[in-house]
């Protein structure tokens, strides 16, 4: 009933993407620590595609995403990066906060999708 | 399987509730931007009673709020307004947390809400 | 198919858990306002243990852990409470943010799990 994917690439004791109920939640930040707000959500939302790819769905069945920023006044930029990301034909919910993030992170991403229903298997 | 409502009034690229599995997921802000939290608050809470009107659930079936401040320390601003609101026979799970919000947003809010088995047609 | 369990200790109008569709959601902060991070960690990871045992879970079928502490800088004291918390065979997601929390709060959880299929009773 629940599959997980793990651990995380930045800890062995938390898992990038958890299926429970067929809806995948998973978590991303920017691999590269670019400098700018606008590379790294490009590079998080990269990460969020290939964690749903993982677990058999896309961004069209992406429900939410909560997204948070460093600086909430850059918000512009993760627009600019989500605006070329999002599928127009299928709008998640969305919120964005500014919050204090670790180290040189920009952007972290939280996003919920529906996943089919013959799941892949969990690695 | 999956119900979208949007987009936003804050965006074209953006949902403002999704449901999925009979649950929706819906944000909101104070369309007005008052200068207090109480005011501000009273609003956001109108437009999630809206939101699940739209889907066809109310605030007796509210699973989840999570209530995001500009400022912690008037946190019984919220509250007022909260208690004002809430039904007391189905006390949803809540958390406050202080982050900064875009312009003049004082809160915004992530609701969760069980929607009933014949839902709403999309709009 | 709605279960509540609370209110909370914090407050009459807020709920602590809530389960639908066979997932819980709840919510702990540390009972006690200890001077550290890691022991209020330590508390508050206990909180989420009874809350998932009150609804018939335990942390085995924890899906995911929001993390919101009031000083990023101090996470790793928080990575030492969760690495001496978590199931190792069955890593939830995790996300940490810097937020503010009220008064002498040091961190605050919110955490999902599956629930088994004969839920215990709402109290």
Known sequence: MIQRF????LSQTRGRSVVCNGI???VATAPTKHPTLYEQA???LAVIDRNLAEV??????VLTVMVYVSD???KPAFNRAWDEWVDRANLP???CLGVE???DDL???????????SPASAA
């Open 6 to 9: 793990g651990p995380s690439p």
């Open 24 to 26: 995948v939640t998973t």
């Open 42 to 44: 490009r590079e998080a």
């Open 56 to 61: 058999g769905t896309d961004k069209s069945r």
């Open 72 to 74: 909430i006044r850059d």
């Open 93 to 95: 919910m969305r919120a």
């Open 101 to 103: 993030l670790e180290g």
């Open 107 to 117: 952007v972290e991403l939280v996003a919920t999708a529906a996943v089919s229903e």
